[in-house]
């Protein structure tokens, strides 16, 4: 079953960008997953297409307006898959969530700019709102981007070998151990003696280890939700 994918953007000319490489690109011209992109601008009001408006109450910059977007909606999507929306303001994107995509049938995803879109819109959808980070961008293309690269990567069939998917960060609420390849020796470090022993239980445990102590020093908060799930 193909992974279906709608976006809906200001900037359509930014799509596939990075994703028509590696990976995702190899996925999406086996049609393991398909891209529809759509021009809000296409859906403006009046002679000059016009899109956003300024902020109700005052205050800087421009608002797309829930009119058109309504529009670009109702003409461009034609599924029942979610609409997602990337926002400072929404929960933060875990792996976990990722997980939960990457089932799905597919994502439409609404593309953000300036100073945001009316919230009437995002109730009248039940848009699910999503963060990427506590940091702000210039419009949500580069989050979608992100996003999208870390779902595809999940879908069946994208990555040969399932392990990969299975002992990196955050899928077990753990940081990824380190990684080592040739050289043996590099600048007077050498790897791991244990990593080259073909002790496998050994191995296991010391990379075992190595994501506790990373994870504790530099995502305790990952060892409390993970103690919580115990």
Known sequence: MTWNVDILTLYPDMFPGHLDKSLSGKALRQGIWNLRVHDIRNYGIGAHKTVDGKPAGGGPGMVLRADVLDKTIKGCIKNNN??????????????????????SNGVSILCGHFEGIDQRVIEKYDMEEISIGDYILSGGEIAAMA??????RLLPNVIGNNESTIVESFSDDLLEYPQYTKPNDFDNKEIPSILLSGDHKAIEEWRTNQSLS?????????????????
């Open 214 to 230: 990373l994870t504790k020093k530099r995502r305790p908060d990952l060892i409390s939700k993970k103690k919580n799930k115990i």
């Open 82 to 103: 979610r609409i997602i929306y990337f926002s400072p303001k929404g929960k933060q994107l875990t792996q976990e969530k990722v997980k939960e995509f990457s089932l």
């Open 147 to 152: 996003f999208l690269d870390s779902v595809i």
